[in-house]
Each structure stands twice: as C-alpha cells, then as structure tokens.
C-alpha cells in the first residue's frame, strides 16, 4: 500500500467521531427538550453525510470485518447490497433536491439540505463499494490451481 493510500485510509477514521457527533445531535432533544429537534436532526443529516463521504476514503483493496467480506465475496448478496445502496443514494437525492427546491424556506427547507448531503455522501459511499464488489467477489477472482488469486496475472 503507497503512502498515499496508507494517508487517505487513516483519514478515513475521521468518520467514526463524526458519526458520534451526529448520533450526539439525533439524541440532543431528549435531554435538552424537543424544540430544536429539527435543527438537530438537520445538523445530524448533515455530519452524517461528510462522515460518510470520509468513509469512501478507505481502501477498497481490504474488508474491515468478516461480514462485509463474505458481502462483498458473494456476487448475489454485493449486487443486492449495491442495489440497496443506488436505490438509498437516489431516494435521498430525490427527496432533498425536492424538498430544498420546493419548499419556501424554514425547516423543511433545511432538514430538506440535511437529507441532500446525506444523500451526496451516499453517492461517494456507492462508488467505494462498486471497488469492494469488483476486488472481492470470488466469481471474478476465483483463486488458480496454484492456490493463488490470479487476479494479478490478469490482464
């Protein structure tokens, strides 16, 4: 792994504290009362988002876990999960371009770009995982009779 993927991979733990930070806005109004409840989850939506654009930072060459592994090594179950995800970014997308656009201001107009953003990090998030499905799926890169992948040799 270059330097530079060994930078951006550790730059990408930066999304862990984020997603503290926007779990911290989400559960804010239990404590606090909920009359700012849709300002936090606004900002939520938001620091969710570039938590989830930090993510994409990693590198798709490895799997964080064996879940995701045997995800991403399965063609059927990597083409549902990227579907899930398409059909998530493009939902997200939809409603927050709606709904920032439509709406004449206020709340709805703010938890309408919180839901953009989020959407816009999902968009990042898709891209990261269509690498990790085409590195792992074991139909593409079925291990040789040498007991190596021979995704290397492949041209």
Known sequence: MSKVTRLFHAVSYLQYPLLLVSLFYVVQPYFTGFDGFWQGLNKALVVAGVAISFSTLQDTTTTQNA????????????????????ASAAAMLVAGLY???VSSGGIIQEVAFGVLMLGI?????????IEMYENHRLDKHAPDASGGSGAARRS
């Open 67 to 86: 879940f995701s592994k045997r995800i991403w090594q399965d063609p059927r179950k990597g083409r549902l999960a990227l579907i899930a995800l398409a």
């Open 99 to 101: 709904g920032f656009l």
């Open 121 to 129: 990090g999902y968009i990042g998030l898709l891209k990261a995982a």
